[in-house]
């Protein structure tokens, strides 16, 4: 993209995001659903890798129709949580709490008590900038792991979105080493685990194919003795959410490191796929998740 392209990108964002900010919420939420409705249309290669993603993990449970709503619905998702992160300035603590329901809210106080942190593995599913929004509205302290933009004018506003809500932000170029430095302050790290992860990922099953995933959380986790939760942030028919969380995940290491990190990071992969086979509308199957299949 030229600097021009990106300006004009940029100038855009901030103009999404003061109109989602002057209307009101019902009908910004509406803007967010029409907006996804036009990204469906418009998003030909996008669209298309959705669906074929469907096809591939739930084709034998879903029709050709059932396959084109899912992609719908999916975009939909997108649009509307683009314009619930446009408006988090405007979001008051006490808004956001009341728009959560939790079985477990004080789920990570026994883990901040051993002092050890903990690593929180989630996806890209309903409002997942709203799931760490909520942690720290909670009053836990969390750090997000987020890959910058090609375009720094932009990226600099969606960290600066994710800063409101009392949010740090790790790079992924700095990823490894600042992790353990917030696990080491007793922080949480959320991590989006649900990405290709290329030749150095771990090759796991995820819907009955092999795909490379993320080394990292597993890893650490195993190094600095740490415990791992794991959950989604649900979006419910009612304008609401509810986060799902649960762990920590229970696992014995074998003292095999590289069997450990497969083992580990397996379960965690076919604990997400429960949570997308349950609600698959709200997962981002726009990305190409099994590529280059060993």
């Known amino acids: 993209m030229s600097t021009l392209n990106y300006t004009l990108q940029t100038i855009g964002l901030k103009a999404a995001a003061a109109l989602a900010r002057a209307l009101p919420e019902k009908s910004a939420y509406e803007l967010g659903r029409s907006l996804g409705v036009i990204g469906y249309h418009l998003a030909g290669f996008r669209r298309q890798v959705a669906a074929d993603n469907l096809q ?20 939909q998702n997108i649009g509307r949580t683009a314009i619930e992160v446009f408006r988090f300035p405007s979001l008051r603590r006490e808004e956001l709490l009341a728009k959560v329901d939790c079985d477990n809210p004080g789920m990570f106080d026994e883990a901040l008590v051993e002092g050890k942190g903990a690593i929180l593995l989630s996806a890209h599913f309903g409002n997942w900038e709203m799931f760490a929004a909520w942690i720290a509205a909670r009053g836990y302290p969390i750090d997000v792991v987020v890959k910058p933009q090609r375009n720094q004018s932009a990226d600099e506003f969606y960290n600066d979105l994710r800063r409101a809500t009392g949010v740090g932000i790790i790079p992924t170029q700095k990823a490894s080493r600042q992790i353990i430095v917030s696990l080491k302050n007793n922080r949480l790290v959320a991590i989006l685990a ?12 995820f819907f009955g194919r092999t795909t490379a995933t993320h080394r990292g959380p597993a890893a650490i986790a195993l190094k600095l003795g740490c415990p791992i939760y794991h959950g989604v942030f649900v979006r419910q028919p009612d304008d609401r959410h509810r986060a799902i969380c649960e762990g920590p995940l229970q696992y014995s290491p074998s003292g095999d490191t590289d069997q450990d ?6 379960l965690y992969t076919t604990k997400l796929e429960e949570y997308i086979r349950r ?4 997962w981002l199957w726009t990305h190409r998740r099994w590529k280059n299949v060993p």
């Open 194 to 205: 649900d990405q290709y992860a290329g030749n150095d990922g771990v090759p796991v099953k």
């Open 261 to 266: 990190i497969m083992a580990l990071t397996q």
């Open 56 to 75: 591939r993990a739930l084709g034998d449970e879903l029709a050709p129709s059932e396959v084109d709503r899912i992609t719908r619905e999916v975009f």
């Open 279 to 282: 609600r698959p509308e709200q």
